[in-house]
């Protein structure tokens, strides 16, 4: 157990809807990162949230948005849905904010999401 | 783009053998390293090897680095069916220091 929680494991919408997927972070660690994996693209880094504050931000389309609680929990918003939409979303965390690169990430489990 | 290019894509291989993949990668990097992924889960962090080491073992995961290469090898020794898995590489080479992936490499091990 990673100590990373994503909730809802399974989600399956239409297209032009609007979701929410939520992570809360391994206790003690204050960097919470989003990926989506997708079997052509392969695992792509979104943003990544240090204590509340965006820190870096990778390959997120505007239609995607995210942030990041006082909890530390974060969110990312996925709206205007689209077919190719449909993928793995995963959430991890690190303790540091630094260059990340040089901390392990802890994976959450991941949300599928599925546009119909 | 994908920094990490993972050699092979798949590879299939009896319980008890050794099971060597490879990672290559374009730019200079401070640090590489190397997760595991089960069918529909998350990644596990393995290991994390530096700029400036060549060598690291973590039980019978043993990871070499060769900056000169630019390239990366992850052998698991003495594999168990459990070792089944994607494995992939990640290098800090992303323009903001984020971790940039390869596309992994689908390891069996048939008992």
């Known amino acids: 157990d990673s100590g990373v929680t994503q909730t809802p494991k399974h989600l399956i919408t239409a297209t032009g809807q609007r979701v929410t997927l939520r992570c809360s972070p391994r206790s003690g660690d204050l960097s919470v990162y989003w990926y989506q994996q997708s079997l052509d693209q392969g695992l792509q880094f979104l943003i990544q949230y240090y204590n509340g504050e965006e820190r870096a931000k990778g390959n997120i389309l505007e239609r995607f948005s995210a942030q990041q609680f006082p909890d530390l929990h974060s969110e990312l918003n996925l709206s205007s849905l689209e077919l190719g939409d449909s993928a793995l979303y995963f959430c991890?965390?690190?303790?540091?904010?630094?260059?990340?690169?040089?901390?392990?990430?802890?994976f959450g489990d991941g949300t599928r999401l599925s546009i119909l | 783009s994908q920094q990490g290019e993972e050699d092979p894509q798949a590879l299939s291989i009896q319980e008890g053998e050794n099971a060597t993949m490879n990672c290559s990668y374009k730019?200079?990097?401070?640090?590489l390293q190397w997760y595991r992924q089960n069918s529909g889960r998350g990644l596990v962090h393995l290991i994390l090897?530096?700029?400036?080491?060549r060598e690291k073992h973590s039980g019978r995961l043993r990871v070499t680095l060769d900056t000169s290469k630019k390239s990366s090898s992850l052998l698991i020794t003495a594999s168990r069916a459990a070792d089944t898995a994607s494995y992939f590489c990640a290098t800090d080479a992303g323009s903001q220091g984020n971790l940039i992936f390869g596309k992994g490499t689908k390891l069996s091990v048939k008992p």
């Open positions: 090897i530096r700029s400036n080491e």
């Open positions: 730019t200079s990097i401070n640090n």
């Open positions: 991890a965390s690190s303790v540091g904010g630094g260059r990340e690169g040089n901390q392990p990430q802890h």
